[in-house]
C-alpha cells in the first residue's frame, strides 16, 4: 500500500498551491488510526517533515513552514492535504505523504516548483 500525492506544479514566489494525498488504499480503520505527515525531499538533500497531523487532528509544522502551510486530513475520503500559502524557492522539492512513522511505502510524490 501507498500513498499517492498529487496537485504539485509550477508557482512564482509569493504563490499557493494545495497538494494532496490519497490513501485509499489503506483500510479505514488504518487510516483513522494513524497520524499523517507530509515530507518532501529538495534536490541534493534529504526527505524531510514539514507538517503532520494526529488522528485527533493535532496538527505540527517544521519552523521552515510555520504560519504558511497548513495540513489537514479527510476521514470518509482518507485524503490527506497540504495548503500552501507565501511560497518561497526554496520550498521546491519532491511532496510526499506517509504515516508519521514513516510505515507505508513511499509514493512517487508530486513536485513543487517555485521560482524567484
Known amino acids: 500500500v501507498e500513498p499517492v500525492e498529487s496537485g504539485g506544479g509550477l508557482v512564482q514566489a509569493g504563490g499557493s498551491l494545495r497538494v494532496s494525498c490519497k490513501a485509499s488504499?489503506?483500510?479505514?480503520?488504518?487510516?483513522?488510526?494513524?497520524?499523517w505527515g507530509w515530507f518532501r525531499q529538495p534536490p541534493g538533500k534529504q526527505r524531510e517533515l514539514v507538517a503532520s497531523?494526529?488522528?485527533?487532528?493535532?496538527?505540527n509544522y517544521a519552523d521552515s513552514v510555520k504560519g504558511r502551510f497548513t495540513i489537514s486530513r479527510d476521514s470518509a475520503r482518507k485524503m490527506v492535504y497540504l495548503e500552501m500559502n507565501s511560497l518561497k524557492p526554496e520550498d521546491t522539492a519532491v511532496y510526499y505523504c506517509n504515516t508519521f512513522e514513516q510505515t507505508l511505502n513511499w509514493g512517487q510524490g508530486t513536485q513543487v516548483t517555485v521560482s524567484s
Open positions: 488504499r489503506a483500510i479505514t480503520s488504518f487510516f483513522n488510526g494513524n497520524n
Open positions: 497531523i494526529t488522528n485527533a487532528r493535532s496538527t
